[in-house]
């Protein structure tokens, strides 16, 4: 079998740090409806390279499971 650090390895290539949720998406989009894109281009950069770790930009919202106070939102691919 594999060994620990050869199967973390393995799950880091194959697993991204970063993945865009819809409370994040939600708050760039109201952000930039306000005038301010700075959260745009944060989470846009971010997504760029989302299977290496940016501490630099990273917010705990980035890499936590979706808020209790956020709405679970269905997403239809047909719109």
Same mark, same amino acid.
């Given at each position: 079998?594999? *060994?620990?650090? $050869? %199967?973390?390895?393995? #799950?880091? /290539? ?11 998406? +939600? ?10 894109? *700075?959260?745009? $281009? %944060?989470?846009?950069? #971010?997504? /760029? ?11 705990? +919202? ?18």
């Amino acid at each position: 079998g594999l *060994s620990a650090i $050869a %199967r973390q390895t393995m #799950m880091d /290539a194959a697993n991204p740090v970063y993945v865009l949720r819809n409370h994040i998406a +939600q708050t760039a989009i109201e952000r930039a409806e306000a005038g301010d894109f *700075s959260e745009v $281009a %944060r989470v846009f950069d #971010m997504l /760029a390279t989302p299977f290496t770790r940016q501490s630099d930009r990273e917010t705990p +919202q980035d890499i936590a499971p979706m808020p209790d106070d956020k709405a679970a939102v269905s997403v239809s691919c047909s719109s």
